[in-house]
């Protein structure tokens, strides 16, 4: 598996430096506009810093995607295991978390170490209510489904085009839905309606169904791998 392991991790660190350049660039931008200390300037480098958290995720849906068709098709052409491939998958899968888990949780501190002017719109950098734990459990549930996207697509181009096709717009969907609460404060609004308990307790309800795709997609995945013809 150690070779497996390996044959990712060159891969990894390329996407991982794409996303931490991103993130450097964010940063520079917002200095260069003067986002820090000016509340009147507004600009994509504002919506870039709150759109953060989300741009991950679709980072690593795609990154998931790669790694179950092209990395997948060439790490069992060079003789990987079936088996050592799959749990490869997963070490890489949750390093891809932890870190990007990580650089979540600075992008969302420096605002307030660096003594930015605080905007509303950067709500969305600390998303699930303060339960940090959620974010890394979200990078897997999405990239689990990125990965079970490329095994559908191998099978079926339509098929899997359609479902990367729906899936992207689900989180372009979630990230204009976030934007607009933090915005508009439409949740505080819902809260107080007669369907208000649902909304409170719909955070809970997501947890639950993120964690139950997420063992049930690695079970698929398993599955597929195992039965997997390189082509």
């Not at 993120?210 to 995945?221: C, K, N, P, S, T």
Request: charged content about 10%.
């Amino acid at each position: 598996m150690g070779k497996s392991v390996r044959f990712l991790l060159q891969f990894t660190w390329v996407n991982l430096g794409a996303i931490f350049g991103f993130a450097a660039i964010i940063i520079a931008g917002c200095y260069a506009t003067g986002i820090p200390h000016d509340l009147d300037t507004s600009n994509l480098f504002e919506t870039y810093y709150s759109m953060f958290p989300t741009m991950i995720l679709l980072c690593l849906f795609l990154y998931a995607f790669s790694l179950c068709t092209n990395n997948l098709n060439l790490g069992l052409s060079m003789g990987a295991r079936r088996r050592d491939f799959f749990w490869a998958i997963q070490g890489n899968m949750a390093f891809y978390a932890v870190i990007c888990w990580g650089l979540q949780l600075f992008m969302s501190a420096f605002p307030a170490l660096a003594n930015w002017e605080v905007r509303e719109r950067w709500e969305l950098l600390n998303l699930f209510g303060g339960r940090v734990w959620v974010f890394p459990l979200v990078c897997m549930v999405l990239m689990v489904l990125g990965c079970l996207s490329g095994l559908v697509m191998v099978k079926s181009k339509i098929a899997g085009t359609i479902l990367v096709t729906v899936s992207i717009f689900v989180m372009i969907f979630a990230t204009a839905f976030m934007m607009l609460s933090a915005d508009t404060g439409v949740m505080s609004y819902l809260v107080e309606t007669e369907w208000g308990w649902l909304w409170t307790t719909l955070p809970r309800i997501m947890i639950a169904v993120l964690a139950a795709g997420a063992v049930g997609g690695e079970f698929l995945i398993w599955k597929v791998v195992q039965r997997y013809v390189v082509r």
